[in-house]
């Protein structure tokens, strides 16, 4: 959702799978953030399994509890940047709009 309102990188490569990346073509800094991003997309694509039998309960008692969605993650997500002088920064040093191709 950030880079749908926020683009900012003067170039964007979609690749596949993360091994047709060409890593020696990439400097030090994108290949960190690159390796950083597969572990995340491990996480998350991992079959996640969590006891909820409290959690039920507790909703079977009437406690409310609203599940995430993508308007609500949105918003956390603009109240986070628009408070962040590091992501302010880096918004004003690049591109409204980056180049898109397909590797």
């Given at each position: 959702m950030f880079f749908d309102q926020h683009?900012?990188?003067?170039?964007?490569?979609?690749?596949?799978?993360i091994d047709e990346v060409p890593l020696t073509s990439?400097?030090?800094?994108?290949?960190?953030?690159?390796?950083?991003?597969?572990?995340?997309?491990?996480?998350?694509?991992?079959?996640?399994?969590?006891?909820?039998t409290s959690l039920d309960h507790m909703v079977a008692a009437g406690v409310p509890f609203v599940d995430a969605t993508l308007e609500t993650v949105h918003?956390?997500?603009?109240?986070?940047?628009?408070?962040?002088?590091?992501?302010?920064?880096?918004?004003?040093?690049r591109p409204a709009q980056p180049d898109i191709a397909r590797a």
């Open positions: 683009p900012r990188p003067a170039e964007v490569r979609f690749h596949d799978r990439l400097p030090r800094s994108q290949r960190a953030l690159l390796r950083l991003a597969q572990v995340n997309l491990d996480i998350a694509d991992h079959d996640w399994r969590f006891a909820t918003r956390c997500q603009e109240s986070y940047f628009a408070a962040s002088r590091r992501l302010i920064r880096y918004r004003s040093a």
